[in-house]
């Protein structure tokens, strides 16, 4: 079994930045994508950003293009998600989820863009922007 584990949520006003991390431990394995994912009260779960195993592959929601930013470390096993220029609508529990099985570049970037295409999730951590 695989663990994810985010952390580095919290309240910050509007216009300021936050870095979540997601710490993957258990049974890692290689060539898995990681992505993010936002849910506000109320509402859906929504795309924000995925990445490659090898890093070469990126892809935003295009509400945070040119603001979050998606990276990895995998000598430490770990995502981050840095959000940057944060308004009040980016409020929500961000998630981080892993699949394996996809090809590095992968062909398409709906290959890792739906929840129900992730095997593994994190519990989640909140981020609340205040304006």
């Known amino acids: 079994q695989v663990q994810l584990v985010e952390s580095g949520g919290g309240l910050v006003l509007a216009g300021g930045s936050l870095r979540l991390s997601c710490a993957v431990s258990?049974?890692?394995?290689?060539?898995?994508?990681t992505g993010w994912f936002s849910q506000a009260p109320g509402k859906e779960r929504e795309f924000v950003a995925s990445?490659?195993?090898?890093?070469?592959?990126?892809y935003y929601a295009d509400a945070v293009k040119g603001r979050f930013t998606i990276s990895r470390d995998n000598r430490k096993n770990t995502v981050f998600l840095q959000m940057n220029s944060l308004k009040p609508e980016d409020t929500a529990v961000y998630y981080c989820?892993?699949?394996?099985?996809?090809?590095?570049?992968?062909?398409?970037?709906?290959?890792?863009?739906?929840?129900?295409?992730?095997?593994?999730w994190g519990r989640g951590t909140q981020v609340t922007v205040s304006s």
């Open positions: 258990g049974r890692t394995f290689s060539n898995y994508v």
């Open positions: 989820a892993a699949v394996s099985g996809i090809p590095d570049p992968w062909r398409h970037y709906s290959e890792a863009y739906y929840p129900e295409q992730y095997d593994f």
């Open positions: 990445i490659s195993w090898s890093g070469d592959s990126t």
